[in-house]
């Protein structure tokens, strides 16, 4: 069974970092795309950053220059280190793993951007 777990969230002041990890098990194979995706409330789900399985990157312009997904194949972890933070990066930030065959979520890490 696959299972995606994220940590990292909190609460953070303007201008600080925070870094979420992802966890991913229950399968072998390494033919994969991680993604992150948040959730404002009363806001739809959107993409925030994706990377394949070799590493390529694509980023949402909003969170360009300011966020990096980075992914370590052995241990089925991906990652989102976010940088300048802003209070319009409050969200609850979802993992989400995208193959040929399977495709799933996490249950998300609350992030909130605050003074």
């Known amino acids: 069974q696959v299972q995606l777990v994220e940590s990292g969230g909190g609460l953070v002041q303007p201008g600080g970092s925070l870094r979420l990890s992802c966890a991913a098990s229950?399968?072998?194979?390494?033919?994969?795309?991680m993604n992150w995706y948040r959730q404002a409330p009363g806001k739809e789900r959107e993409l925030v950053a994706g990377?394949?399985?070799?590493?390529?990157?694509n980023y949402a312009g909003s969170v360009k220059g300011r966020f990096t997904i980075s992914r370590d194949n052995a241990k089925k972890m991906v990652f989102l280190q976010m940088n300048s933070l802003k209070p319009e990066d409050t969200a609850l930030y979802y993992c989400?793993?995208?193959?040929?065959?399977?495709?799933?979520w996490g249950q998300g890490t609350q992030v909130t951007v605050s003074s």
């Open positions: 990377i394949s399985a070799d590493g390529n990157t």
């Open positions: 989400n793993l995208q193959s040929s065959w399977y495709t799933g």
């Open positions: 229950g399968f072998t194979s390494s033919a994969y795309f």
